[in-house]
Every structure is written in C-alpha cells, then in structure tokens.
C-alpha cells in the first residue's frame, strides 16, 4: 500500500499551504515504518501459547494496514514541539511512539467492534475479512477489549518497582528504553481515554447509532463526527504535543485547533468518498452511508459543497499552525497531513 | 442487598482469621456506601441529552448493584499501607476511591460484554435482565467499550494544563479534589490495563472460550482463573497497595501474595456456588457450567475436594498478611474481605 500524495480519485486540489512533496513523502516514509516497526514489538509478540488465538486476532486487526493518520499525528505533533537531542528528545520520543502505537490500536479495536454484526455488520475491512468473519464474534469482541486495555499498557513504563512483572505476558518491559516522566504518562492516559470514552469516540458512536434512519441538522452532525472520529484525532495530535512536559499554553491551544480542523476535514472527506468511491478502492464497502441512510456532508449539504468545506477546514488547520509560534520548518509534517487528509482517495 | 458475614446457603466455616465481626461489618457498610456514592459521582451523572442513551446503560450496567469486592479490596489494600490523615493520607485516599470505582467500572464492562449473545448468552445479571437485553446489542457493545476508556480517566487528573477541559462531558473536574502524584497515576493506569488485558481477564476469557466442551488438567483451569478473574482481584489489592508512593517492596509482595491467593479462592467458591446454590441466591442463572460442559473446580475435584481448597488458598491469604510486616490492626479489612469471600453464598 502507498500513502505518498498521489493523483486522488476526485482531486479537491487544495493547496493552501503546499509542503515540499519530496520531503513529506520521504518523512511518511519513515514514519509509517516506525509506527508499523513499533506495533509489531508492542502486540504481544511472544504471548504463551494459550494466549495466541487472542494475540492473533488482535495481531490482525492491527498489524500490515491502515492509513496510521492518528499514529503520524502523533509524532508530528510531537516532532513540532521538540527538536532538541539528547535526554529530552530521547523521552519524548519514546513517549510519542507509544501515544502512535495506542492511538492505533485504539482505532483499530473500535473498528474490529464497529464492524460486528450487531453494529455496522460489515465483512471486508482494509481489503481483508473482518476480525469477526475471520476469528468468530466472541473472539473479535474480546480482542476488542484487549486492545483498548493494551492501547493503556504502553502508554506507562515499570518505574522500578517491586511489581513481580517479570512472568507478565503482556508488553516486554524494556529496560533500555528511555524513561518517560510520570506526569507525561498520566497526561497521555487521561488524553486517550477522554478521546475515546463516552464523552469521545464511543459517545459519538453511540449518536450515530442513535440516528440511523432519521434526519440530523448539520450541528448536530457536526457534534457527532466531532465525537466519533474527531476526538481521537485531535487527541491524537494533543497527546503529541503532551509528549514532553511544560509546552506553553498558547502552543497547545493553537495545536487543538489545528486537530479540531482536521478531525472534521478528515469526516467530510470521508462521507465524500463513501459517496463518489468504489469499495476496492476504499478497501471497505463503498455507499454504505447512502444505503444504510445514514445522515452525511454530503446528504446534508451536496458533494460540491461538502469539498468546499473540506477546503475551508483545511486552510483553517494551517492557519492555526501558522499562529502557533511554533518555527514553519517544525510543522512540515502537520501540514503535510493536512493535505493529505484533504487529497486522500480512500 | 445486604453483604454481612450472614448465614450462608452452604457454609463453608474456614474461620482461620475470624476479625472482629462487628467492627468489619461496620466497615464494609460504610465502605461499601462510599464506592457506590463515588460511581453515582463518575459515571457521568450530567452527560448532555444526545449521550443520554449510551449513559444510562452505563448507569444500569454499574450503579445499586453487585458485591463491589473489588472496589472494597482497593480500600482495604490502601488502608493497610497508610493509616496518616494530612495531605499524605487524603491524596492516597483520593487515588483508592478512583481506584476502586475503576476497577467496578472495568468489572461490569466484562460483565456486560461477557453476557452478550456471541458470548454467554444470558439474560439475568444482578437479579436483573442483562444490558444487551434491556438496551439492545449495540448499546451494550458501546456502553461497555466506554466504561473501559472512563475508569482510566478516573484514574488521572488535571494537572493544570492548559488543555480545554470545561466543556468536556466526561467527569467533571473536580479543582478541589486532592491531586494523587502523576506517579501514582501511572501507576494505577498500568496495573489496571495490565490486569484487564491480554495477559490478564480478556486473555482469560478467550481461553475460557477456547476450552468449552474440552477437558482441562487442573493446572490449565488455575492458569485460565488467574487471569480471567484472579488478575482484576489481585490487581485491586495491588492498586490500593500503590496509592501511596514508597510502600516498601516486601509489603507490596505480601500484598500480592494475598491478593493471588484470594484471587483464587473466590473462582473456587464460584465453581462451588455455581454447582451448589440457585439462581434466585445468586442473582444470575446457577448450573451454567455444568449446562455449558465448562471445566470447573467442581468437576475437576469434586465439592468437597473444592471446599477444602478454598479454605488452604484463606489460610494463604491471611499467612501473607501476617508476613507482611503491616500492624494486624490495619489488616482488618483485608482479613475480613478474605473470610467474606470464603463464606459468600452468592
């Protein structure tokens, strides 16, 4: 799978703020590599044999897949705020590998639960058969749960204590790894878990649910996906941005902002190609939301100006990265996401 | 419901270390009233009207109802290791009455996600019908995935960032709570995921899955207990146990040798009371294992063989305490809470 910017299906040509292609692409590159490299050494490579059934499906609902936008954004985010080497950078480095690894696994146990036939019911996920297709309902409900649980796991380190976690079959403790401080690892919980609890991604899962069949204002449909999808977007490039301690006020906020806008784009975008895409090329079953009649952007307010408003969001993310304070040549990636969440084709 | 030592429906009088009954039935009903006034206070009593319905079937799934053993271990743990008042006992206070409402919290997600009909397939819980009964599936499946995220939001605080947190609908913040150290944070959120994840009680539950129907020796039935309920129970007693930076090494191996001991004991007696007691007593449908052809302490040992085996793993229990180092005053609770587990009759 390529994820550089490539011609889109339905081009939205927005190039509000153009990042140089060559080198975004090189550092996607990189860093999708990074966040797969580290996925495969946090999902319990080597779980004790009566633990495999579980770890496989877990390992194939997350691992070789996915756009890993919420991972990107992590380290974007915290590549914005820290450039310095050394002890510093180390920490915040680990920090924001683990919030990627979490953020994706958390967005993968929500679709492997998302796609369970008493929700959306669906049977082809990122090309493939869905967790439940392939390992069976109770296994795909309980390896659900055990990614959200995990997702917390690696947001914390042993900190040197007299916990026998030594037969522990879960993460390997790795006691090369740099230290991340203690208030840093409790921010990243208490973001991810606002993100994505009822106040977040299952709460707006839950709207959703409630409307199917039924029409929605555009308020409320944008309350909704702020929920759903925006949440842990936007959390994902705050818990970037938390990755080190003591970041001014004003950077955070501008960063929320930043991720506010994009978690939206990123939704319109979304209900655009579900509407003009095909199901291989989106590698999940197109015109679900028309025929499932579901309220969209693009059932609200038409496709054409659904992509204007896509645009609009976009150039409001950038300006937001532009009166962060933040030096232009930091925010190279968080731009370059942004494009991309606006030129994506699936 | 009452929850005194009373009468049980087949008594199984391990009175090893009988404490001071009065005394622990004070404690238990204060106790007892504290955890259900706490998740009253976090299960987001004031969501706004649209998460209303994914709300309340949280509130349904864990408010006035349950033994609440593992919120009530997280107090006795904390209890034994402080007993200061000050700055020092109120913030390790604070950080047990989090604790336990978490560790409610996760216990009825399991519960919930375990009666669905890809699972358990039951429709009594509680003396009540089961949350996928009463609000349907998908609410079920939602409720319970943000139940897991919100009790590790209750396990952090705002640590005066400058995160936009006031129109958050989670829990609110409460500015005039004591704040628990971000170590202790951490702390708390790695033991819980630890003890709900893959190598804890979802890693249990799919091998529990894994062997319906199938014969098991008594060494794999141990493994599948310790994770699938032994982990949340020791984990409870380990989280109280670390509310309180510092606590002396040999003390928290002490405690977690009550902890797996007790762990233990209470799926004994649940094979026993299973076998042995009604649904009406239980308050969930009785003879499922045996209806399910589940491998149990029952079918492997027999009742007797059982009974004697859940008395040994009290005695345990209470030998570690008392090589705990930790003054037999304040192991009261933890005394009393092991002798409650024993001689439960539902």
Redesign the interface.
Known sequence: MTLSVATPNAPLDAAFVQPDEAEFSTWLGEHLQRIEAALERFV?PQ?PA??Q???QA?QYAVLGGGKRLRGLLVLAAQQAVVSEAGPLGASAQEAAIRAASAVELIHA??LV?DD?P??DNDVLRRGKPTVHVQF????A??A???M??????L?????G????DSD???VPVDTAAPVV???V???L??????A?????M??G???D??HVGKSMTQQ?LQ??HELKTGALLKGSV?MGA?CLPGV???T??AL?EYGQALGLAFQVVDDILDATADSATLGKTAGKDEADNKPTYVSTMGVEAARQFARQLQQQACAALANSGLPHERCMALHGLANLVINRSY
């Open positions: 319990v779980a009566d633990l059934g579980l770890v877990m146990y929500s639960h369970m008493c929700m069976g309902e109770a296994r409900l309980l659900g749960d055990a959200q649980a995990l997702a917390f796991e947001l914390t380190q042993e900190q204590s007299a916990l026998p522990h079959a879960g401080p203690p208030i690892q409790a921010r919980c208490r973001l991810l878990a606002q994505s609890g009822p106040a977040g299952a709460g899962q839950a709207i649910l409630d409320q309350r909704m705050l938390y001014a006020p004003q955070i906020a929320a």
